[in-house]
């Protein structure tokens, strides 16, 4: 499968304790993207790598959150003391560098593919 | 915030054309329309894009009105699998910009049998 994979795909922690979740996005996509879902709701960004370099985080990612992309492939993701209110899938995401092009039908290469979340439960 | 509104349910029968719409009446010139969908606890699968032409891939098809204020996705022949939920999303294009997408409420699907 070549698709975006995500690691672990459910996490329970205790409030307080540290996770770190891991993004492997599609080979030679240079995008990568953190969202959260809460239930019911619809995902939202947290954090946008170009390759390494990490060229915006929204405002819901705390100073609790960090992201990593260091060598321009994978992504971690990591929580530090976690809050009931941390509880919520973890969605990444990528795509390829190119711009869309006018009228496209089906897939860009800037079209953004989901791997399948990481579950966390903070108890 | 979400530049889209869609009706938060609706129900369609199975192997029956299946027609989400979708407003987007603030919609630019360089933004594109984009429609994922959600089944229960997976990640959101891309279905189609378009600009301003109509647009069909083996998943469904993809309407927007002239004036680009409002487009329609239809599945053409839905089954019980197509139940999920359907986000409608307006992204501007260029390698400028992040490309982040922002997810409003989307539509509910049941397909009946």
């Known amino acids: 499968d070549t698709g975006v994979s995500q690691d672990p795909r459910h996490k329970i922690t205790k409030r307080g304790q540290n996770v770190t979740f891991r993004c492997d996005p599609i080979s030679e996509h240079n995008r990568l993207y953190w969202y959260r879902q809460t239930l019911g709701q619809g995902p939202e960004f947290l954090t946008y790598?170009?390759?390494?370099?990490?060229?915006?985080k929204s405002r819901l990612l705390s100073d609790r959150f960090s992201a990593e992309r260091p060598k321009g492939s994978f992504s971690t993701l990591e929580i530090q003391r976690t809050e009931q209110g941390d509880s919520a899938m973890y969605l990444c995401a990528s795509s390829g560098s190119g711009t869309l092009g006018a009228g496209s039908g089906g897939s860009s290469t800037d079209t953004q593919y989901f791997g399948p979340g990481t579950r966390l439960t903070v108890l | 915030d979400a530049k889209t509104t869609q009706p938060p349910s609706m129900d369609c029968a199975e192997g029956r054309a299946a027609n989400l719409p979708c407003n987007h009446s603030t919609i630019s010139g360089n933004e594109y329309v984009y429609w994922y969908r959600q089944i229960h606890s997976q990640g959101p699968q891309y279905i189609i894009h378009g600009l301003k032409n109509n647009e069909t891939n083996e998943m469904a098809s993809l309407i927007i009105t002239e004036d680009r204020k409002s487009s329609t996705l239809i599945l053409p022949h839905a089954t019980l699998r197509d139940t999920a939920v359907y986000y409608c999303i307006v992204r501007e294009a260029g390698s400028s910009n992040t490309g982040k997408l922002i997810f409003g409420q989307g539509t509910t699907l049941q397909v009946k049998p």
């Open positions: 790598f170009q390759n390494e370099a990490q060229l915006e």
